[in-house]
Nanobody, 118 residues
Framework: QVQLVESGGGLVQPGGSLRLSCAAS????????MGWYRQAPGKQRELVAA???????NYVDPVKGRFTISRDTAKNTVYLQMNDLKPEDTAVYYC????????????WGQGTQVTVSS
């Protein structure tokens, strides 16, 4: 069993910054990728950023240049540095991790609220 523990969400003014953290623990054999999804009111959950085992990163267009995803493989922890936050970034952010070699497993955090408002 793998658990993802998220932290770092909160209320921030437009232009502010937050850093989300997500630590994976449990029966982890290997982590292929970790990242963040978000779900805003009235919208479907979307991929925000992801980082692969090889270090490749992907970002959804609206956050490119503002968000940075990183991973500490030794700690099984992924971070999302969010700068220049905008109201449209308001959402519940969910950490995820993909593990496994031949059989893939997806795990999700409980979600952390990010609210960008003045």
């Amino acid at each position: 069993q793998v658990q993802l523990v998220e932290s770092g969400g909160g209320l921030v003014q437009p232009g502010g910054s937050l850093r989300l953290s997500c630590a994976a623990s449990g029966s982890i054999f290997s982590i292929n990728a970790m990242g963040w999804y978000r779900q805003a009111p009235g919208k479907q959950r979307e991929l925000v950023a992801a980082i692969s085992s090889g270090g490749s990163t992907n970002y959804v267009d609206p956050v490119k240049g503002r968000f940075t995803i990183s991973r500490d493989t030794a700690k099984n922890t992924v971070y999302l540095q969010m700068n220049d936050l905008k109201p449209e970034d308001t959402a519940v952010y969910y950490c995820y991790a993909e593990t496994g070699l031949t059989i893939k497993h997806d795990y999700w955090g409980q979600g952390t609220q990010v609210t960008v408002s003045s």
